[in-house]
């Protein structure tokens, strides 16, 4: 299957910095990404649609400000997390739907942000 | 609004004893629905479709429209059907996943 990668795994920074997360679809390409923030014990919530060409879709209640989406190419989408706050501290995750009919969605496997 | 419930924060069962997982959601038109598992340690991945009607190790979960629910069922539980299981659903292809808060699921030898 399809395969979605997302860098850094883990990061910890000083409240105030801005923290940069990668996903990559390895194998295939994705005009669409998905981001998820995951609070611990709980659901994922989607924080907005990443579109490769445009600019991103943010669900209500999401600082487009804070969390920076930039869909640089058809493999690429990054999030900034601009001035971090621990607050922001989270699980997030990227997902993109694959090829073919059914567009199964792949997950990354998910960035631990620290905000100290 | 859509949205999905999965009531049970944890279930707890035997090896060998059934298994249900429960789901239900609330969509105005007619969504695709979906179960994702997550075991320890790893990413979160596709277990089933609703509209494949497919059984994967083991599992099968049926869509009922007029109860609007997708309930995840297992007649013998493994040990290694611990994990973590969400219920999704989304309107069509290209658009995002709305999860439910999900299910852990320990399966006790």
């Known amino acids: 299957g399809a395969v979605v990668s997302q860098h850094p795994s883990r990061v910890i920074c000083k409240s105030g910095t801005s923290v940069k997360i990668e996903c990559r679809s390895l194998d295939f390409q994705a005009t669409t990404m998905f981001w998820y923030r995951q609070f611990p014990k709980q659901s994922l919530m989607l924080m907005a649609t990443?579109?490769?060409?445009?600019?991103?879709?943010?669900e209500q209640g999401v600082e487009k400000d804070k969390f920076l989406i930039n869909h640089a190419s058809l493999t690429l989408s990054t999030l900034t997390v601009t001035s971090a706050h621990p607050e922001d501290s989270s699980f997030y995750i990227c997902?993109?739907?694959?090829?073919?009919?059914?567009?199964?969605?792949?997950f990354g496997p998910g960035t631990r942000l620290t905000v100290l | 609004a859509q949205r999905v419930t999965q009531p049970e924060k944890l279930l707890s069962v035997f090896k060998g004893a059934p298994v249900e997982l429960k789901c239900n959601y609330s969509?105005?038109?007619?969504?695709?629905l979906f179960w994702y598992v997550q075991y320890s340690r790893q990413r979160l991945q596709l277990l089933l479709r609703h509209i494949s009607r497919e059984s994967i190790k083991g599992f099968t979960a049926d869509l009922n429209k007029g109860e609007t629910s997708f309930h995840l069922k297992k007649p013998f539980a493994q040990e290694e059907d611990s994990a973590m299981y969400y219920c999704a659903l989304r309107n069509s292809g290209n658009t995002p996943l709305v999860f439910g808060k999900g299910t852990r699921l320990s399966v006790i030898a």
């Open positions: 969509y105005s038109g007619s969504p695709e």
């Open positions: 997902s993109a739907p694959g090829q073919g009919g059914f567009n199964e969605q792949f």
């Open positions: 990443s579109n490769e060409g445009s600019k991103a879709t943010y």
